[in-house]
């Protein structure tokens, strides 16, 4: 653990920039098959919109921007509550192991909790047993029973980036 403490701020409209470095950065690391789609005007969009899609917050050691989380609402039928889903989450190579990824997991949870959320999800690549070990240490749980699917509103399933 790090003696330094992070501090975690919501991302500004000049940190758009910042944050799609960071997502190329992700998508590397998830070795992910496609390149990064998003442009500094889509998320800036998703961001800033009168109903914004997602929120991120950055974490900084000073003036040193060393990751960020990525979110947005959800909500359960089931519970009749909303949710919040974790979309991105990451601490660059060289601040790993020092808390920040837990700093900023604590961050958007409290978020959830703030807003009454009932859930609080994230998904993982199955090969990321680095990332299901830390989040099995945080006490996630594993939802085994769900299988994700997908396809676009106007394309034929199959076609997806």
């Not at 914004?52 to 009749?80: K, Q, R």
């Not at 703030?114 to 999800?121: A, I, L, N, P, S």
């Not at 939802?143 to 699917?149: L, R």
């Amino acid at each position: 653990m790090s003696s330094q403490k992070l501090e975690i701020l919501p991302a500004k409209s000049a940190d758009v920039p910042l944050l799609v470095r960071f997502i190329a950065e992700l998508n590397e690391a998830q070795k992910l098959k496609t390149a990064t789609l998003v442009t500094e005007e889509d998320l800036h969009a998703a961001l800033f919109a009168e109903r914004p899609h997602v929120e991120a917050v950055i974490g900084y050691l000073g003036e040193e921007p060393v990751g960020y989380a990525m979110f947005y609402g959800t909500f359960s039928s089931s519970t009749g509550k909303p949710g919040l889903h974790l979309e991105d989450l990451m601490v660059r190579p060289q601040y790993r192991g020092k808390g920040f990824g837990k700093d900023l997991m604590d961050y958007v949870a409290q978020t959830a909790r703030e807003r009454g959320c009932k859930r609080f999800e994230w998904w993982v690549l199955e090969w990321n047993t680095k990332a299901q070990e830390f989040y099995k240490s945080i006490g996630a749980e594993h939802m085994d029973y769900i299988q994700i699917f997908r396809t676009l509103p106007n394309d034929p399933p199959g076609n997806q980036p």
